[in-house]
DNA sequence: CGCAAGTCCATGCGTTTGCATGTACCTGGC
DNA sequence: GCCAGGTACATGCAAACGCATGGACTTGCG
């Protein structure tokens, strides 16, 4: 995904950085066309199924669209047009927010919650059927280090002049 | 991005791909979202970009429109109207593949070579920022075990019953 | 209280996506 | 040489995306 030197803390650290991100970007884009590819997602998308999966992993199966927005890595307009369409199929329901008259909380119906889990448990199989391979202390590994790397990224997100 | 139990080789074994997939996956949409803020990518989007930086490192900076398709994780007709964007830029164009006439070749034009170095170098510089603050023995692990993981991904992508 | 500024979600609109298909060309068997 | 089947790219069309904006509500300050 990209190139040439750069300035920072020595040259070979721009040269280290790039190769992760270039590992890292072609393991999730080739891992994520295999997942969904495999057949298991019934009607719906990768991305609706996220939806499913990070509300059904909350308290009361609910949370409000501007959370959820920033969780589900989707800007707002089109998560809202998503929630319209998981609506239309009664998979979850708009609810007012008791709290701020503003706000919607999206909840997920039964339906909802029982097509999550049918989903999330083939697609948990095959997340282990691609990743499976890989031997135990590998796994641990890349697991730390990629969560590593969000913690440093998301540190650094402080800077900009204000 | 996924839940609950399921079959392979034990219990916790599927649990642990989870957990990596779930890493690599939100490592990769959160550093994505950073990388496409920063202010480096002129009037073309990081998809165009990519398809520079490929063509950039071919011999000729050149090759058949299926192949960069592969490349770039990009459904052909979608590389095939990107290609159409980038040409009208003027950035790239469409040559006929001398050795087989259904074939086209997509070849970087002097300007479109220019571009991709100016934002290739900011580009490269803008992960670093981002990546930078890892220890160099953690990129350089990640790096490996992303590649690892690709690998057996890879390599595992040989069942299904023909 | 009243109002200016800010937050939250929905929608208009132009662009991009991707599937399904069409057209041109290549290849192997006859 | 010819034709059936396969491959490569383009295009029609419907869906989805995302930016910019609009309308509803909240908050904080005078």
Redesign the interface.
């Known amino acids: 995904?990209?190139?040439?030197?750069?300035?920072?803390?020595g040259p070979g650290?721009?040269r280290?950085?790039?190769?992760?991100?270039e590992?890292?970007?072609?393991?999730?884009?080739?891992?994520?066309?295999?997942?969904a590819a495999d057949d298991v997602w019934e009607d719906l998308g990768v991305r609706e199924y996220?939806v499913l999966?990070t509300l059904?992993r909350r308290p009361g199966g609910r949370a409000r669209l501007g959370t959820l927005s920033e969780e589900v890595?989707l800007p707002q307009p089109s998560l809202s047009r998503l929630v319209d369409r998981l609506e239309r199929h009664g998979l979850l329901a708009r609810e007012p927010d008791p709290g701020d008259r503003r706000g919607v909380l999206v909840a997920l119906t039964d339906e909802g919650a029982a097509r999550?889990?049918r989903i999330?448990?083939?697609?948990?199989?095959s997340?282990?059927?691609?990743?499976?391979?890989?031997e135990?202390g590998?796994?641990?590994?890349?697991?730390r280090?990629?969560?590593?790397?969000?913690d440093?990224?998301?540190?650094?997100?402080t800077d900009q002049a204000p």
Do not use: K, N
Request: hydrophobic content about 50%.
């Open positions: 995904m990209s190139d040439e030197d750069a300035v920072d803390r650290r721009t280290a950085a790039v190769d992760a991100w590992a890292v970007f072609r393991l999730q884009a080739t891992l994520l066309r295999r997942l996220d999966h059904s890595y999550q889990r999330g448990g083939r697609h948990a199989a997340i282990a059927r691609h990743l499976g391979e890989m135990a590998e796994l641990a590994d890349l697991t280090l990629a969560r590593a790397a969000l440093r990224a998301t540190a650094s997100a």
